[in-house]
């Protein structure tokens, strides 16, 4: 390792504060999560670590500057003297370049940079990546999720079927509806995201309910309009109703008029319980275009 101060691009008379935003910049460019692909940056990522692990502590600072611990913080020895008993080291400076030695690196960092981190990536030590006495420690991550908006056919929501979702990665599978779904309801399929170190992330889905011309939701009834021909109407008799199976073949009542409401039971939206509302069907009296039949019909309004 070169001389520490080097190390961050910082001045020997660089203060506290100078120090500390040298680091923020090199830790944020060089930082493993942003640098998978680049060991370089990994390494190096760690040299401006331990650099910045003693140039931010007063203490490891002054011993540091008096040349009294190398670049990794240890103490320097002038070698060993004094044979016999009594014998023993004393503790002084060994020469190098500019008086000052770069030996290997013990990764112990301590509270501080830590805390730093915690800042700028926002997780403390010992969560998902960390510090420990062996290194930079950054724990395996799974990718990200992806987001999809899946068009629901509104008979399909209606009656909770199984639909299909083609995803990203090239895959189409069956995607079952809840029961009592909701337009803008999200689900999140488990491991259908992008692929990542510790495993893939989640899909989710936002659903959108489409609309369908011939049905309007009412809570979990659906309502409808049901044309009746004019004879059926008058006469009694069966007239067709469409249901979200299809189409049924209902009763009409003699005398029936315009908006008179049928019930269908159980053929309107399913409930979250798998059971179903109803359905309600508004008459609407089919007048043909008849010149005779319109003469009738005045003729009995001014006779009535």
Not at 18 to 46: G, T, V
Not at 171 to 190: F, H, M, S, Y
Not at 223 to 230: I, N
């Amino acid at each position: 390792m070169a001389d520490l101060y080097s190390e961050l691009g910082v001045p020997r008379t660089a203060d506290a504060a100078a120090i500390k935003r040298a680091y923020r910049k090199l830790a944020k460019e060089l930082h493993p999560d942003k640098n998978k692909d680049n060991p370089k940056a990994a390494d190096r990522f760690k040299t401006v670590t331990a650099a910045y692990d003693i140039l931010s502590d007063a203490e490891k600072k002054g011993k540091y500057d008096r040349g009294e611990i190398d670049e990794q913080g240890n103490p320097k020895f002038a070698g060993f003297g004094g044979a016999g008993a009594g014998g023993g080291y004393r503790p002084g400076p060994r020469p190098g370049a500019g008086g000052r030695s770069a030996p290997d690196f013990d990764f112990d960092l301590g509270g501080d940079p830590s805390d730093l981190f915690s800042e700028l990536f926002g997780r403390a030590s010992g969560g998902r990546g960390g510090f420990s006495g062996g290194g930079f420690r950054s724990a395996p991550q799974k990718g990200a999720d992806l987001n999809y908006r899946l068009a629901v056919p509104f008979i399909d929501a209606a009656l909770a079927r199984t639909v299909r979702l083609a995803l990203r990665n090239g895959k189409t599978i069956e995607l079952a509806i809840p029961k009592g779904v909701e337009d803008g309801q999200q689900l999140r399929l488990n491991g259908q995201g992008e692929q990542g170190p510790a495993g893939p992330g989640d899909a989710i889905v936002t659903l959108a309910i489409q609309p369908d011309p011939r049905f309007t939701r009412d809570g979990f009834d659906l309502r409808a309009e049901t044309p009746v021909p004019l004879e059926t109407a008058v006469l009694g008799g069966k007239a067709r109703v469409a249901t979200p199976e299809g189409e049924v073949m209902a009763t009409i009542a003699p005398a029936t008029s315009s908006g008179k409401q049928l019930r269908l039971k159980g053929k309107g939206f399913t409930r979250k319980d798998g059971s179903r509302g109803d359905l309600i069907a508004r008459v609407l009296v089919e007048v043909p275009d008849d010149p005779e039949l319109a003469d009738f019909l005045k003729a009995r309004a001014q006779t009535a």
